[in-house]
């Protein structure tokens, strides 16, 4: 079965209305991150380990130890570690507590934290967007799974990036590492991906103010949707174009030079909600076109299961200036 995803055309010339904005277009790579055995009308196999996809089995080398976290962890409201919090939610709640997560698990001082899980594989083949190092045609992120206390503000989970030549991989690692204490929200499905191609603009609070004004005042009198479902950054899971920011935007920079580092890829909870859908979600899953049966399009939004933070985005920033390619991440939501 031939997979595609089409992204509905913008129902307003936005260009044409404001020219300034047509230099600013950038080209960003949707993921469409679907459950094969939900996809419809016919099933798809899931993909394989050596295949684009979010979650599942990844390929990894066999004489390559799997990734461990071994730093300590936050618990996002009280700033307690992780261990600390389950121990404390188990003593104050009791039985009732035990009955419905079970005893807390704490791993012993000193013993790695938990195993890292894999989150998003892409192959150079079907995306060569993310520009691969040379000799290199895939990459993995991983990160642990639980609240680590990031470079930039907040909490989130604790990445690691891998850039590989798959065929150098020979004796693949079949049975990886799981994690045993977690969060649940930070798991994914296995899902294939979809890649489609879209143009997309910077959100509205990245534009000069004057053109930001004029904007608004053109929102005010044609009584349109907001703008930004128009000619702001495509939501969910992407590589490359510009950040849609949950909250405020900023300038990440890299660590190393300083420099301000490139959007690499956005991870997402949803791959739109209730408002965006109206500009990005799929024509193939248009509730009334297509034979697609009537369902909440939220839930085809979330089929990757994660939800990071209330409905944020992890945002990947990448500095192709320096040695290894240094990575940030950082994690926003409302």
Known sequence: MLLKRTTPSPSLAITTLFPELAPLARRAVR?????????????????????????????????????????????????????????????????????????????????????????????AADVPELGFPEGADLFQLLWCPR?????????????????????????PLHEQPTPAVFEPDYLPNTCLLIPERVQEYPALCELPTALQERIRAWEETEAHTSSQYYLGPAPGTKVGGYVEWVQFPDVVRCASCQQEMEHLLTIASWEWDGESFRRWRPLEEQPLEHGVPLQDGLDVSAEAGLMLGDAGNLYVFLCRRCPGWPTASWLQCS
């Open 31 to 123: 993921l469409h991150p679907r459950r094969a055995a939900r996809l419809h009308p016919y099933p798809a196999p899931d993909p394989g380990p050596d295949e684009s996809k979010v979650g599942g089995t990844f390929l990894w080398p066999s004489n390559e130890l799997w990734p461990f976290c071994l730093v300590g962890h936050v618990h996002n409201e009280s700033g307690r570690s992780q261990e600390d919090e389950l121990l404390r939610q188990e003593a104050e709640y009791g039985q009732a507590w035990r009955e419905n997560f079970g005893p807390a698990i704490i791993k012993p001082a000193g013993e790695p934290h938990g195993a890292y899980v894999g989150v998003i594989q892409l192959r």
């Open 147 to 171: 609240d680590h206390r990031m470079a930039l503000p907040g909490y989130g989970p604790e990445i690691q990036i891998y850039w590989r030549q798959s065929s150098a991989i020979s004796k």
